[in-house]
């Protein structure tokens, strides 16, 4: 079974920066892409950042350049590190994870609130 488990989130001021961790119960020599995903509230769950095994990383337009997604291969984290934010990033944000053997499966964290007031 995959656990994902996040830290991370919370309240921060605009133009501020905040960082989000993602465990995995699984090694990452399985892990098919890792990243996160948000959701504000009336709106659909949208992709932010993810790391395609491969190398390809990935970025909405809106996180370009503020956003940066890394992984500890030897620990099993993903980080998402938030800076510059601004109110629209508030969401509640969702590591999402897709085995190699499976990539039609998506496994979800908890989700934790970021929240940015305007």
């Known amino acids: 079974q995959v656990k994902l488990v996040e830290t991370g989130g919370g309240l921060v001021q605009p133009g501020g920066s905040l960082n989000l961790s993602c465990s995995a119960s699984v090694s990452i020599s399985s892990v098919g892409a890792m990243g996160w995903y948000r959701q504000a509230p009336g709106k659909h769950r949208e992709p932010v950042a993810r790391?395609?095994?491969?190398?390809?990383?990935y970025y909405s337009d809106s996180v370009k350049g503020r956003f940066t997604i890394s992984r500890d291969n030897a620990k099993n984290v993903a980080y998402l590190q938030m800076s510059t934010l601004r109110p629209e990033d508030t969401a509640v944000y969702y590591c999402?994870?897709?085995?190699?053997?499976?990539?039609?499966?998506?496994?979800w964290g908890q989700g934790t609130q970021v929240t940015v007031p305007s």
């Open positions: 790391l395609i095994t491969g190398g390809a990383t």
């Open positions: 999402n994870l897709v085995l190699k053997i499976d990539p039609n499966k998506d496994y």
